[in-house]
């Protein structure tokens, strides 16, 4: 199969590259063969893949806000015209969404089908994206709403923690908001099965794999449980950690602002997507010593 992949030099791209070049061949796409802000029909027509795998996206949530047409021609109008450049060409397109896309009030873990209503404009833009893809009949599609991604290059919550808790005495997370931090390699490595699946099953096996699901690993845990988990890893890694446990303090979400409101409930029910593939996702603990055991060398 040809597999056409955007944003492939971002986090989650850059683990896809590795995850996607043994189902066939690869054509993958960083920013400057890719833009998004520039139209796509014609470009993805010219390559004309089997699969096109959306990694890009404008992730700037704060920035979102004061950009939002940025935010809404990337993050919604660009995929409509991957959707119809998928359907052109018969693809299968793969999207990955957002937690954002709720409100974050619900009191248990979000299921696929609950209803949607973010709270910021990056937010809505990714809900865009979405409703794109799915206003469009006839376009075989694979959405994979996820939450709290990291990864050992580029810029992310779990990298700048511990970047902090090497330099300073004292920090502040927050401590009631709860969701499940999502490793870029989990999600490629998901992405892959997944794909591999839908082009060995039979036709109804593979239809029961397409839609819309949720790829997060299991469990929860708060912003400032997630960071003393992982600074009391890179702790025991031998990384030079100048913070002591104790001085790590859990605070609430107002204790900060910022232009963008955030969802205090991240957490996504992730069993739909489990029992589509026949796969058990791991605790978020596993991929986080991972990273660990990677940034610490």
Request: proline share 5%.
């Amino acid at each position: 199969m040809h597999i056409l992949l955007f944003g492939a030099g971002g986090q989650v791209g850059w683990e896809l590259q590795r995850s996607l070049s043994v189902l066939g061949t690869l054509s993958a796409l960083g920013h400057a063969e890719g833009d998004l802000e520039q139209p796509l029909q014609g470009l993805i027509e010219r390559v004309r893949p089997d699969i096109i795998v959306n990694a890009a996206a404008y992730t700037a949530v704060d920035q979102a806000e004061s950009e939002p047409a940025r935010a809404m021609r990337i993050n919604a109008e660009a995929v409509g015209e991957m959707a119809r450049a998928a359907r052109s060409l018969d693809a299968l397109l793969v999207h990955y969404s957002s937690d954002y896309v709720f409100d974050g009030q619900k009191s248990t873990p979000y299921q696929e089908d609950d209803p949607t209503g973010p709270i910021n404009l990056y937010g809505r833009s990714k809900l865009a994206g979405e409703q794109a893809i799915r206003a469009l009949a006839g376009c075989r599609h694979l959405i994979l709403r996820t939450s709290w991604v990291y990864a050992a290059r580029g810029k992310n919550f779990a990298r700048t923690i511990l970047e902090r808790a090497q330099t300073m005495d004292r920090l502040q997370v927050v401590a009631d908001t709860y969701g499940a931090p999502t490793s870029a390699q989990l999600l490629a490595d998901v992405t892959a099965l997944a794909l591999y699946r839908a082009r060995t099953a039979d036709s109804a096996a593979a239809s029961g794999a397409l839609g819309t699901f949720h790829l997060v690993p299991s469990g929860e845990t708060s912003w400032h449980e997630y960071a003393c988990f992982l600074i009391e890893a890179a702790r025991a890694r031998g990384m030079p950690i100048r913070v002591a446990q104790a001085n790590i303090l859990p605070v609430p979400a107002a204790t900060f602002s910022a232009p963008a409101r955030r969802p205090m409930n991240s957490r996504l029910d992730n069993r739909r997507l489990q029992q589509a593939l026949g796969i058990e996702l791991p605790d978020w603990r596993v991929h986080l010593r991972r990273f660990v055991d990677e940034v610490a060398g």
